[in-house]
């Protein structure tokens, strides 16, 4: 039976491997050959705001968050798939340095000079990886193999030594020291086999893995893999798999029988250490609850953000939101008759809402007829004695930036919503209201907000928030390490 086969951040030119992203959080045990390459430069180059500390990214507490949860995955997902019997191979690529936030504050002053300053700690792409010993940053391409591993290594050697570099080698009296310095002796390739099964972590020196020579474009400009590229793939997959092979033949071991379990065999010291097991992983499932909690209240909190770039439903259930936080008692109204988007009154007035998202063009009058129609239909039932104010919640080019967005509205929407007594709001503008009232709850702030949506026709801008240094809240991200 042929073997499943995985790559973890980078691509190979085979459609029978699957590839799945660094950020992706899969199990191993769906594969029994793991090809890994601790990249986190998504982390650092799509989402990295551009703060620095010490001369290295200094990431904000979201990717922080996110990035530490994923090398946390891929660490504990390799000790278990290598305990499982499965063989993973690490190639050693460059290594990428950060500074993540810890979750803790420091607060120094007082009143109006007070601030709090974020702490963050040093982190890197190795933190992915259960490695044995402490590394050190070198690169270089002049490497041997030790004679130890010849037999395992010789033929991958011999297609890839050329192709090699190493980025970090491990002190060279390291036990698995597989490929070395030729200056030195330093082990730049270690392989670390299981303790109770077949398995084995094998660390390599990289590869280059996206050479120029390995791509193609089209007329189109689709770039797609060479046939060098897939000639390449071919060979290493072709390798890899023979290196499987001769490490499982070199370190067969014999599975523990039942009977070779039973109580009367268990060591003392065995028993105690099976006891501090116990309590480690009753610790261990604690936390764990503990971090689900706060990766759901994390996930609550998120929430108003859709209005930022969302459309359709999740669009309408962040509107919905935005003004339950700003006081508006909120429901929606969906019977046999009538589906509005959005229906809220409060002490200020009564409003009906309809929600629009697009993704680059700006919201136009269809919505707008579609919400005068709702305030008729409302003002039929009988409990409603006078015609309800109309919001139309615009979310236009929400694909691209807020600076990058035009107008958000046509011309012919403004006009038609100060001919029809309509409010136009950008629910970017809302998230900018219900974010400041979140981050500084003021209940004059709010009522603000609520009078200003009952009562404000067309276009329909936020009120000028109170400044920050006066709100007690200010934040120093280049202080503390």
């Given at each position: 039976?042929?073997?499943?086969?995985?790559?973890?951040?980078?691509?190979?030119a085979?459609?029978?491997?699957?590839?799945?992203?660094?950020?992706s959080?899969?199990?191993?045990?769906?594969?029994d050959?793991?090809?890994?390459?601790?990249?986190?430069?998504?982390y650092?180059?799509?989402?990295?705001?551009?703060?620095?500390?010490?001369?290295?990214?200094?990431?904000?507490?979201d990717?922080?968050?996110?990035?530490?949860?994923?090398?946390?995955?891929?660490?504990?997902?390799?000790?278990?798939?290598?305990?499982?019997?499965?063989?993973?191979?690490?190639?050693?690529?460059?290594?990428?340095?950060?500074?993540?936030?810890?979750?803790?504050?420091?607060?120094?002053g007082?009143?109006?000079?007070?601030?709090?300053t974020?702490?963050?700690?040093?982190?890197?792409?190795?933190?992915?990886?259960?490695?044995?010993?402490?590394?050190?940053?070198?690169?270089?391409?002049?490497?041997?193999?030790?004679?130890?591993?010849?037999?395992?290594?010789?033929d991958?050697?011999?297609?890839?030594e050329?192709?090699?570099f190493?980025?970090?080698?491990?002190p060279?009296?390291?036990?698995?020291?597989?490929?070395?310095?030729?200056?030195?002796?330093?082990?730049?390739?270690?392989?670390?086999?299981?303790?109770?099964?077949?398995?084995?972590?094998?660390?390599?020196?990289?590869?280059?893995?996206?050479?120029?020579?390995?791509?193609?474009?089209?007329?189109?400009?689709?770039?797609?893999?060479?046939?060098?590229?897939?000639?390449?793939?071919?060979?290493?997959?072709s390798?890899?798999?023979d290196?499987?092979?001769?490490?499982?033949?070199?370190?067969e071991?014999?599975?523990?029988?039942?009977?070779?379990?039973?109580?009367?065999?268990?060591?003392?010291?065995?028993r105690?250490?099976?006891?501090?097991?116990?309590?480690?992983?009753?610790?261990?499932?604690?936390?764990?609850?503990?971090?689900?909690?706060?990766?759901?209240?994390?996930?609550?909190?998120?929430?108003?953000?859709?209005?930022?770039?969302?459309?359709g439903?999740?669009?309408?259930?962040?509107?919905?939101?935005?003004?339950?936080?700003?006081?508006?008692?909120?429901?929606?109204?969906?019977?046999?008759?009538?589906?509005?988007?959005?229906?809220?009154?409060?002490n200020?007035?009564?409003?009906?809402?309809?929600?629009?998202?697009?993704?680059?063009?700006?919201?136009?009058?269809?919505?707008?007829?579609?919400?005068s129609?709702?305030?008729?239909?409302?003002?039929?039932?009988?409990?409603?004695?006078?015609?309800?104010?109309?919001?139309?919640?615009?979310?236009?080019?929400?694909?691209?930036?807020?600076?990058?967005?035009?107008?958000?509205?046509?011309?012919?929407?403004?006009?038609?919503?100060e001919?029809?007594?309509?409010?136009?709001?950008?629910?970017?503008?809302?998230y900018?209201?219900?974010?400041?009232?979140?981050?500084y709850?003021?209940?004059?702030?709010?009522?603000?907000?609520?009078?200003?949506?009952?009562?404000?026709?067309?276009?329909?801008?936020p009120?000028?928030?109170p400044?920050?240094?006066?709100?007690?809240?200010?934040?120093?991200?280049?202080?503390?390490?």
């Amino acid at each position: 039976m042929p073997k499943k086969i995985v790559t973890i951040g980078f691509e190979l030119a085979d459609e029978n491997i699957e590839q799945i992203k660094f950020s992706s959080k899969s199990s191993l045990m769906d594969w029994d050959i793991v090809l890994f390459k601790p990249n986190i430069s998504d982390y650092i180059h799509n989402g990295y705001g551009g703060d620095n500390y010490q001369g290295k990214p200094c990431l904000g507490d979201d990717l922080s968050f996110r990035l530490k949860e994923s090398c946390e995955h891929w660490r504990r997902e390799i000790k278990e798939a290598v305990e499982s019997g499965k063989t993973i191979f690490v190639f050693l690529n460059k290594l990428e340095s950060v500074y993540v936030a810890t979750g803790e504050m420091r607060t120094s002053g007082t009143g109006r000079n007070q601030k709090e300053t974020r702490i963050v700690t040093e982190y890197s792409n190795y933190s992915s990886l259960p490695l044995p010993a402490k590394y050190v940053v070198s690169e270089g391409r002049k490497m041997n193999l030790n004679h130890i591993y010849k037999d395992i290594l010789h033929d991958y050697w011999e297609v890839f030594e050329e192709k090699s570099f190493y980025n970090v080698y491990f002190p060279e009296n390291l036990s698995g020291a597989s490929i070395i310095t030729k200056t030195g002796n330093k082990a730049v390739s270690l392989v670390l086999r299981g303790e109770n099964s077949n398995g084995a972590l094998m660390l390599l020196p990289d590869i280059e893995f996206e050479d120029n020579s390995f791509f193609e474009s089209n007329e189109s400009e689709e770039i797609f893999f060479s046939k060098e590229g897939q000639n390449f793939s071919s060979s290493l997959i072709s390798a890899i798999v023979d290196i499987d092979k001769k490490l499982r033949s070199a370190g067969e071991l014999t599975e523990m029988p039942d009977w070779a379990k039973a109580d009367e065999f268990i060591l003392e010291k065995e028993r105690k250490l099976q006891h501090k097991l116990l309590v480690v992983e009753t610790s261990v499932e604690k936390a764990q609850k503990e971090k689900e909690k706060v990766i759901n209240e994390l996930s609550e909190s998120r929430k108003l953000r859709a209005l930022l770039y969302e459309t359709g439903k999740p669009l309408e259930a962040a509107v919905l939101l935005a003004l339950e936080t700003l006081g508006f008692s909120v429901k929606q109204v969906h019977n046999n008759n009538s589906e509005f988007d959005v229906v809220v009154e409060s002490n200020e007035g009564r409003l009906i809402g309809e929600v629009e998202g697009k993704d680059n063009k700006a919201i136009n009058i269809t919505k707008l007829r579609q919400l005068s129609l709702n305030i008729h239909e409302d003002l039929d039932q009988e409990d409603v004695k006078s015609p309800a104010k109309g919001i139309l919640f615009g979310n236009g080019y929400r694909l691209k930036k807020l600076e990058d967005r035009k107008e958000l509205f046509t011309k012919k929407c403004i006009t038609s919503a100060e001919t029809t007594s309509i409010g136009l709001l950008a629910t970017s503008d809302l998230y900018v209201m219900a974010k400041h009232f979140v981050d500084y709850p003021d209940n004059k702030f709010a009522k603000e907000c609520r009078e200003l949506l009952i009562n404000k026709v067309g276009i329909i801008i936020p009120p000028i928030l109170p400044p920050q240094d006066i709100m007690v809240k200010t934040e120093d991200k280049s202080d503390e390490k």
